[in-house]
């Protein structure tokens, strides 16, 4: 079945790169997003690809595709305490309504 | 605007209580979707409506019951809860072509205890 996995937590210091990185199993056409949950917050949509796009970027926000290795990335510049959130890996197939979600990667910035 | 609105942000119920979750969106969206999320784990989904009519119900007991009264509107009518139902309750929306969803926008959730 379908599954998204992705590591549980990073700690990156002001300034520096973050790299979120994520795994999917399903082989169809798919939608792969981030999302991004605040403590007590929803989740806000960060960005999203299509499953035959290799990158996409928007201004801080790098995502890269790996389709053979079904492996996605969420590269963030310049991180800045504000970032600090759990970030949501989750994929879409797009013969339906479920999105599966990975459970998430505590991203933890140091000033 | 991207914006899903739930009410009330917080809610404490009894066992025996009755109580409504409420969403609204203005998106012009024809799918939404009521999801559970515990602490420190991805949200659950519950249900999903499509145009107004039930299209999935992930095997939810009965005590939760979801009511969509028009395309901007979706509630979870509460009803005789347990305290391991104490959660975050997150609404969403998206829009929908030809029976497939798109990008999912998220509310701020209902935090629910149960006591």
């Known amino acids: 079945g379908e599954d998204v996995e992705q590591s549980l937590f990073l700690s990156v210091r002001e300034g520096d790169s973050s790299v979120i990185n994520c795994t999917y199993t399903?082989?169809?056409?798919?939608?792969l997003y981030w999302y991004k949950q605040e403590p007590g917050a929803g989740l806000q949509l960060l960005t999203y690809i299509f499953s035959n796009m290799d990158m996409k970027q928007d201004q801080r926000l790098t995502v890269l595709l790996n389709k053979k290795d079904k492996h996605l990335s969420l590269r963030i510049a310049d991180t800045q305490t504000g970032d600090s959130a759990i970030y949501f890996c989750?994929?879409?197939?797009?013969?339906?309504?479920?999105?599966?979600f990975g459970a998430g990667t505590r991203l933890f910035v140091k000033a | 605007d991207t914006e899903v609105t739930q009410t009330p942000k917080h809610l404490v119920m009894g066992m025996t209580n009755k109580k409504s979750l409420k969403c609204e969106q203005h998106?012009?969206?024809?799918?939404m979707y009521w999801y559970k999320q515990k602490a420190k784990k991805p949200p659950e989904l519950m249900f999903v409506?499509?145009?107004?009519?039930?299209?999935i119900n992930e095997s939810v007991p009965s005590r939760f019951s979801p009511e969509c009264p028009n395309s901007s509107l979706l509630n979870l009518h509460l009803h005789a809860l347990q305290p391991e139902d104490s959660a975050l309750y997150l609404c969403?929306?998206?829009?929908?072509?030809?029976?497939?969803?798109?990008?999912?926008?998220f509310g701020p959730g209902t935090r629910l205890t149960v006591t």
């Open positions: 998106m012009g969206h024809r799918a």
């Open positions: 969403a929306s998206s829009q929908e072509r030809r029976g497939r969803a798109y990008e999912q926008y």
């Open positions: 409506y499509s145009y107004e009519k039930l299209s």
């Open positions: 399903d082989s169809s056409s798919t939608y």
């Open positions: 989750a994929e879409l197939n797009t013969g339906g309504f479920k999105t599966i």
